[in-house]
T-cell receptor, first 111, second 112 residues
């Protein structure tokens, strides 16, 4: 039982490049979330999903897109990366009634 | 969105009890209060959750007054390994409030 797995764990991009972060959970959870955390800051919600095929915007959605084609996967895409998107990205999932389970994070640097 | 306010940082000596208070003035009727702990370079992990009065588990206690506008996380006899950032989160653990947002958290430093 791996829980919540994020790939890749580290990535360096140049400004304007695109990439996708993958979050996979094996707990059959309904809800999934993407957060970003900047140095010394709390977590800010980017997008979330309440079920397969549904997504919604969080606090800081600009510059990101998401998809949840399968219940177990939640993808976060950056179409044109900017230095301001340098951050650590955390994925989380939770069941219909319960607490959040987080992945180990993906550290992204945009040069 | 229900917002929470916590002290930015706290210091404590080993062996002392630590109480971290969170303010959530706009908490909704169905909202639970949940606390998470985060170590550097790791994702947050669940500590405790409650709706009202007192909840206790093997690592912490959570006190919630009758008006539910605040809550206090109590860590008994802290050790160096309790140095971390603690987040208070209010939201519905069931159907309803899906958008779970975090505050800035409280950085607890335990001193030998």
């Amino acid at each position: 039982n791996a829980g919540v797995t994020q790939t890749p764990k580290f990535r360096v991009l140049k400004t304007g490049q695109s990439m996708t972060l993958l979050c996979a959970q094996d707990m059959n959870h309904e809800y999934m979330y993407w957060y970003r955390q900047d140095p010394g800051m709390g977590l800010r919600l980017i997008h979330y999903s309440v079920g397969e095929g549904t997504t919604a915007k969080g606090e800081v959605p600009d510059g990101y897109n998401v998809s949840r084609l399968k219940k177990q996967n939640f993808l976060l895409g950056l179409e044109s990366a900017a230095p301001s998107q340098t951050s650590v990205y955390f994925c989380a999932s939770r069941p219909f009634s319960g607490e959040l389970f987080f992945g180990e994070g993906s550290r992204l640097t945009v040069l | 969105l229900a917002k929470t306010t916590q002290p930015i940082s706290m210091d404590s000596y080993e062996g002392q009890e630590v109480n971290i208070t969170c303010s959530h003035n706009n908490i909704a009727t169905n909202d639970y209060i949940t606390w998470y702990q985060q170590f550097p370079s790791q994702g947050p992990r669940f500590i405790i959750q409650g709706y009202k009065t007192k909840v206790t588990n093997e690592v912490a206690s959570l006190f919630i007054p009758a008006d539910r506008k605040s809550s206090t996380l109590s860590l008994p006899r802290v050790s160096l390994s309790d140095t971390a950032v603690y987040y208070c989160l209010s939201g519905d653990s069931g159907a309803g409030s899906y958008q779970l947002t975090f505050g800035k958290g409280t950085k607890l430093s335990v001193i030998p």
